[in-house]
């Protein structure tokens, strides 16, 4: 079953292009969207076949092109929007969220997420993804012309998961459609899920846990966040889990998902190593970001790459304060 999905979908990956969409196991079907100018190139959907109905994990980028996609891949596995009883979100990003509403409106299909990802419900605690921003720029001391410009950048995209309002909060140990168990996994957001299909040996990772890169971390904004910290756990416990395949949101599926668990939490050791190092000759996380390394030299980044950086940097000296640089074998509440 796994073998030429992943060979299909790491050919099109590794060339740039986004694949057509294709059965992932028996009852599930692997769905891609474009992702113009990003260089995660395509973002997957997922359609489960569940024995409540049809589960649509994830939706999209709100574009006309990720709809035509979608309605394509549903096309694909001989079904329509008005058949999907559910449409679970992994986490509450543009590039995941986009079609839910609409999906609602045209199909009926409810929408779900975890609560600290539903921004209607986060409004006085933790506020919308734009609120954490702008806080964690300026914790990140980062100077003010370039952090107008980078919430600019952030509020064209930011519009439609700032308004989403869920039907259905999904908690640790929750199931969808009798057949996903949902895990808590935060770390790129504090309300992160992965998804468990017991029957088929399969786990649905959202931005977690991906073939290639460093996951991105959830923005500091608050005084007891450690993204870092909660990334470390939550890839510990994906690694553990016994799965045939692990289907993530970009790039490709993941054969030996335990492996890959290992080496990004040996990554992220390194790259808190580095971080720590630079931390000795700077003071803010701005001026942090500036020596770590990155894809590109800091001088030669653009607004929204230098935005990704800074956000980041701040996760990792968080950890860093926390003395949370590796995942604790006491952790255990996922609540
Ligand atoms: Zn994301
Ligand atoms: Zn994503």
């Known amino acids: 079953m796994s073998i ?39 973002m997957f959907m997922y359609l489960v076949d569940t024995p409540r109905g049809l589960v649509l994990i994830d939706a999209g980028f709100d574009s006309r092109t990720a709809w035509t996609a979608l309605l394509d891949g549903l096309r694909a596995a001989g079904t329509t929007p ?10 509450n990003h543009p590039d995941h969220i986009g079609l839910a509403d609409r ?21 006085a605690i933790r506020g919308g993804f734009l609120d954490q921003l702008a806080r964690a720029l300026l914790l990140a001391g980062v100077p003010d012309p370039e952090r107008e410009t980078m919430l600019d950048s952030a509020r064209a995209l930011a519009v439609h998961s700032e308004s989403l309002v869920p039907d259905v ?3 640790e140990g929750d199931t969808v459609g009798d057949g996903l168990e949902v895990l808590h ?13 017991h029957a088929r040996g399969l786990v649905f990772t959202g931005d977690l846990l991906m073939p290639t890169g460093e996951p991105q971390l959830a923005p500091v904004s608050l005084d007891g966040d450690d993204p870092g910290a909660e990334l470390a756990v939550s890839l510990d416990r994906i690694a553990a889990l016994p799965a045939a395949l692990v289907l993530p949101g970009h790039q490709y599926p993941i054969a030996d998902h335990a492996r ?9 050791r390194a790259r808190l190593a580095e971080t720590a190092e630079a931390a000795a000759r700077a003071e803010t996380a701005w001026e942090v970001a500036a020596l770590l390394r990155w894809a590109r030299p800091w001088a030669e980044m653009g607004t929204t790459a230098k935005r990704f950086a800074v956000v980041q940097t701040l996760g990792l000296l968080r950890a860093l304060q926390r003395g949370a640089d590796a995942p604790s074998a006491t952790h255990s509440g996922f609540s």
């Open 4 to 42: 030429p999905l992943i060979a299909e979908q790491r050919a099109a990956f590794s060339r740039g292009g986004v694949p057509a969409p294709r059965q992932a196991a028996d009852g599930v079907w692997s769905i891609p969207i474009p992702l113009t100018g990003s260089p995660l190139i395509s």
């Open 82 to 91: 008005s058949e999907i009883t559910a449409t679970v979100l992994t986490h």
């Open 103 to 123: 999906l609602r409106a045209e199909g009926g299909a409810a929408v779900a997420i975890h609560p600290l990802d539903c921004f209607a419900a986060q409004r």
């Open 169 to 171: 909060l999904l908690n």
């Open 185 to 197: 996994t935060p770390g790129h957001t504090y309300g992160h899920i992965a998804l468990r299909d």
């Open 260 to 268: 890959r668990g290992r080496a990004v939490l040996a990554e992220h």
